[in-house]
């Protein structure tokens, strides 16, 4: 059986930002286009806090919500407590690619698993950030990537393997 890819998809500042007060830090309508288009239709997976700030399942996909809080329930997600629960889930139902679609604590405990990212990286410092991509050194092949300016803002979309 064909095990699916898992990857990772986030916008990161300069200095590897996520977002702060758990919602994103920017508005930049190119990358979300590209973060829906990619996800689409694919299992995603994401933190309790990465799913109450953006209060709703990602439409068009199987959503899965890891929190370590026992009773934690909402529409449309299930939900595991650790990301190897997680990621054992979504592979019996998605066969081709995995999204973990952060926060920056899923993405830490996720790296181990994670065989492609797919970043946005703004050409920006974020200063109010609280929460902050992992290190990902050995993500070292570009597969893909090129660059649009938004808003006055340089965003570049690369797509690494290891």
Not at 101 to 117: R, S, T, V
Not at 126 to 150: G, H, L, R
């Amino acid at each position: 059986m064909h095990k699916p890819i898992i990857s990772a998809i986030a916008a990161i500042g300069r200095n590897r930002e996520l977002g702060a007060d758990k919602k994103l830090i920017w508005d930049f309508p190119t990358d979300m286009k590209y973060f829906r288009d990619t996800v689409r239709g694919h299992v995603v997976v994401m933190g309790r806090k990465t799913f109450e700030g953006v209060g709703r399942p990602m439409p068009g996909s199987p959503n899965i919500v890891m929190t370590r809080q026992p009773d934690w329930k909402a529409d449309g997600v299930e939900v595991h407590a650790t990301i190897s629960e997680a990621l054992d889930r979504a592979r019996e139902i998605e066969p081709s690619e995995i999204f973990v679609i952060g926060g920056g604590q899923i993405y830490i405990e996720a790296m181990p698993w994670i065989d492609k990212l797919y970043l946005t990286l703004i050409d920006h410092d974020y200063p109010q950030a609280d929460a902050f991509f992992p290190p990902y050194e050995k993500f070292k092949q570009v597969v893909k990537s090129w660059e649009v300016v938004e808003n006055g803002v340089k965003l570049e979309f690369r797509e690494l393997s290891k």
